[in-house]
C-alpha cells in the first residue's frame, strides 16, 4: 500500500515539474482590446491658406487606434488673434475630425496684461468659441471679476461671464 501511495505521489510530483519547467511565455497570447500608440512632443498647425490660426502644443499625446481623437497632457494652445491669446491646461482631448479642444486640470488663458483660469473648458476650433460652465476668474491690474460659466467668441472680442458675476475693481 505505501509503496503504491509513493508511486503515485512521484509520478504526480513528476508531472508537476515537467509542467512548471515546460510552459513557456510564448505560448500564452494576449489580444489588446485597446490598442494605442504615444509619444512625446506633439505640435499641430490650423491654417486657413496660408495663415496660420491656432497652433497646439503638448509634452505627451496618446492615439488611440482607430479614433478621432488624441488625448495630451501639459498643453498650451496658441490662439493668432489681435490680441494673441496664450492658453495653458493640464490634459485634454483633441478631436481631430472637428478641430474641438476640451480641457481638463487648472486652465489659464493670458491676453495681454489680463489672467483668466478655470477648471475646464472647451475650444471650438472652426467657430473659434471658448465655453465652459466652471467657476472663472478673471484678473487684471486694477479688476477682478468672478462667476459662473464662460462663453468667449474669439472673432467678435466678446467674453461672457454667465452666471453670479462678482467684480471688485481697484483704484
Known amino acids: 500500500m505505501k509503496a503504491k501511495f509513493f508511486f503515485f505521489f512521484s509520478l504526480a510530483l513528476a508531472l508537476g515539474v515537467l509542467v512548471v519547467v515546460g510552459h513557456k511565455d510564448t505560448d500564452v497570447t494576449v489580444n489588446p482590446l ?47 488673434d489681435d490680441p494673441v491669446i496664450y492658453l495653458t491646461g493640464g490634459s485634454g482631448i483633441y478631436d481631430i475630425e472637428g478641430g474641438d479642444l476640451a480641457i481638463n486640470g487648472m486652465v489659464k488663458i493670458n491676453i495681454r496684461d489680463v489672467q483668466f483660469t478655470t477648471d475646464s473648458l472647451k475650444w471650438s476650433g472652426t467657430e473659434e468659441l471658448l465655453s465652459t460652465k466652471d467657476s472663472v476668474r478673471f484678473t487684471g491690474n486694477k479688476f477682478l471679476i468672478e462667476g459662473k460659466g464662460l462663453s468667449a467668441k474669439i472673432k467678435d472680442q466678446k467674453m461672457k461671464i454667465l452666471d453670479n458675476v462678482k467684480g471688485t475693481f481697484y483704484l
Do not use: C, F
Open 34 to 80: 485597446y490598442k494605442t500608440s504615444s509619444m512625446d512632443g506633439l505640435h499641430i498647425t490650423h491654417k486657413e491658406g496660408s495663415i496660420i490660426r491656432w497652433e497646439l502644443n503638448a509634452d505627451n499625446a496618446v492615439l488611440p487606434s482607430g479614433n478621432e481623437q488624441v488625448i495630451v497632457k501639459w498643453l498650451d494652445l496658441k490662439i493668432y
